[in-house]
Nanobody, 123 residues
Framework: QVQLVESGGGLVQAGGSLRLSCAAS????????MGWFRQAPGKEREFVSA???????YYADSVKGRFTISRDNAKNTIYLQMNSLKPEDTAVYYC?????????????????WGRGTQVTVSS
């Protein structure tokens, strides 16, 4: 069982930055695929970014070049550095963990989810 707790959300003006953190429990954290998803009101949950146990990283086209995912296995924590934020980035951001088998975009690849943290970007 893995428990995930997100933090770092908040209100920021367009063009600003935030860093999200996701702290995970469990001794096998380093072997997990870790991902960030987001869900805006009235929209489906969408993939944002993922990082494998070997630190391969993946990004949605909408955030590529602006967001950076990283992981610190010693702290059982992953991060999402978000720069040049836009109003359309406003959403609840969720951390997720799963066993990597090649896929990373679909939420079905992930077994564990955090409760989410709100990010609001004002124009």
């Amino acid at each position: 069982q893995v428990q995930l707790v997100e933090s770092g959300g908040g209100l920021v003006q367009a063009g600003g930055s935030l860093r999200l953190s996701c702290a995970a429990s469990g001794r096998t954290f380093s072997s997990y695929l870790m991902g960030w998803f987001r869900q805006a009101p009235g929209k489906e949950r969408e993939f944002v970014s993922a990082i494998t146990w070997s630190r391969s990283t993946y990004y949605a086209d909408s955030v590529k070049g602006r967001f950076t995912i990283s992981r610190d296995n010693a702290k059982n924590t992953i991060y999402l550095q978000m720069n040049s934020l836009k109003p359309e980035d406003t959403a609840v951001y969720y951390c997720a963990a799963g066993q990597y088998s090649g896929g990373y975009i679909r939420h079905e690849y992930y077994d564990y989810w955090g409760r989410g943290t709100q990010v609001t970007v004002s124009s």
